[in-house]
């Protein structure tokens, strides 16, 4: 069993299938956080509008404050790789804390089943936020949204100690 943790009235739980369209939702206000344009976040909706067979089926984490979801992550592995699928905190929370927590407890969840290392396909934007949690860029991935649009790929070796 996966341990959720709980501090100052912040927990972070298993998603449920239910909340599929407020987790979505929440991934487009944390995008659209960056300033990109409304033909750009259309595009992104299908990416961003997780399906509740989505979440049943992966690791899919919130972080609540005061029993509001204030954040999500995601995980999807092959072999002794996982990907950070997403992780958005919503803009109204930016700047607490809350994207560390989630990011810490994705990779204590990512070492439990077992990966060995983590890759995550990031924003351009969100790309210092995982240099400065220990991932290393690796190479950049042509974007499946916009015309020459690259994304960063990181790595994070999950058997260092993550201290």
């Known amino acids: 069993m ?7 009235q912040v927990t972070i739980r298993r998603a449920v299938f239910e909340e ?7 991934a487009l206000r944390s995008k ?6 409304a033909e750009f976040m259309a ?19 919130v972080i609540e ?6 954040g999500f992550y995601s995980l999807a592995g092959v072999e002794t790789e996982v990907e950070l699928d997403h992780l958005f905190i919503d803009p109204s929370a930016i700047g ?8 810490r407890h994705a990779v204590a969840t990512a070492a439990q089943l077992g990966f060995r290392q983590m890759v995550i396909e990031s924003d ?18 042509l974007s499946s949204v916009g015309t020459d649009r690259r994304l960063p790929l ?10």
């Open 124 to 141: 351009p934007h969100a790309e210092p936020f995982y240099q400065t949690m220990g991932a290393v860029r690796f190479g950049e991935r």
């Open 43 to 61: 595009a992104c909706r299908p990416l961003l509008m997780l399906p509740p067979e989505y979440i049943a089926g992966h690791p899919v984490f």
């Open 96 to 103: 607490r804390g809350y994207g560390k927590r989630l990011f």
């Open 20 to 26: 599929a369209r407020q987790i979505g939702e929440l």
């Open 154 to 163: 990181l790595r994070l070796n999950l058997e260092a100690d993550q201290g």
């Open 65 to 70: 404050a005061q029993g509001e979801i204030v």
């Open 32 to 37: 659209a956080y960056w300033g990109y344009d």
């Open 2 to 8: 996966i341990k959720t943790s709980t501090e100052s």
